[in-house]
């Protein structure tokens, strides 16, 4: 059903937990994307949040995000690694499937390949012991690994069942249709764990801005890549999910019913671009 391949990352609203999870499902949702933030709250401790969470009847499809994890100096390497162990716990404790994971934005050290493939692949074998896969995403603002051919690479040369690629609208906004349509030809489908939509409020380009606003994308105009895209790894066989994403303080001071209001626009916007390509 394409109602399940469409997830919502619920750091878009702001309330704690208990109502994020309850208004997901009032929005038709099973399946949801979840971030530490979500997690933390004044009134809630994490382990509240943590046995709200098992009691809840949604899926948790993706644990977004493990920052800065790739590229480090080996000393920092292993501060990011507990790191990752912890979220990898909590992750299985809340049956949660994907723990996704991003490059360092700045480096201290030259970026060595050979040690990010060593790195990704030891995460890779901790998730498998947690039943987590580790979904790789790289960013066009880092100084190590900034696109998918290399993201690709990198996770061809760990070798490890267990990984994947996370594909974000963002990074491949300035593509031409004949760039994004070459890329997509060249990535495995089997190897896509998750794609993330949203919009970017913005004609600045992103290594200006390292956290860049994401809106909810509920119209061609406001990403114009997010239907190519979509129809691109359509066509390419991919069926795995399309997660709705927007991380932006601009919501936090709407009203429940506006954003419920984005929410439905989006999914129905993003349900028409698949359906639309499984007509043709």
């Known amino acids: 059903m394409i109602e399940n391949r469409i997830i919502l990352n619920v750091g878009v609203l702001p309330y704690n937990l208990e109502k994020k999870l309850k208004l997901a499902a009032q929005l038709k949702f099973d399946v949801i994307e979840i971030g530490n933030i979500d997690l933390t709250s004044p009134d809630q401790n994490l382990q509240t949040n943590a046995k709200t969470l098992q009691r809840s009847a949604l899926k948790i499809a993706a644990f977004h995000e493990l920052k800065d994890f790739l590229g480090h100096p080996s000393n920092l390497m292993n501060y990011k690694m507990n ?3 912890s979220n990898l716990r909590l992750m299985e404790d809340v049956g949660a499937n994907l723990l996704i994971v991003s490059p360092a934005t700045e480096n201290y050290s030259k970026p060595d390949l050979q040690r990010m493939v060593d790195e990704l692949r030891a995460l890779a074998i901790l998730g498998t012991v947690r039943g987590v896969r580790i979904g790789f995403k790289p960013l066009p603002w ?3 690994i900034n696109n998918y051919r290399d993201a690709i690479e990198l996770i061809t040369q760990a070798c490890n069942a267990n990984l994947c690629l996370v594909i974000d609208n963002v990074a491949l906004r300035h593509c031409s249709d004949e760039g994004l349509a070459e890329l997509i030809k060249d990535i495995p489908m089997d190897m896509v764990g998750l794609v ?5 409020d913005s ?3 992103e290594k200006e801005h390292i956290i860049p606003a994401r809106m909810l994308a509920t119209s061609a105009s406001h990403e114009p890549v997010i239907p190519k895209l979509i129809d691109l790894m359509e066509q390419q066989g991919y069926r795995g999910r399309y997660s709705l994403y927007a991380e932006s303080s601009s919501y936090h ?3 429940e019913e506006i954003i419920c209001t984005e ?3 989006c999914l129905r916007y993003v349900k028409g671009l698949i359906n639309q390509t499984a007509s043709q």
């Open 83 to 85: 790191l990752a162990k």
């Open 142 to 144: 880092s100084q190590s």
């Open 196 to 200: 993330q939509l949203s919009a970017i």
């Open 203 to 205: 004609p600045k380009p």
């Open 253 to 255: 001071h709407c009203s």
């Open 263 to 265: 929410i439905t626009n």
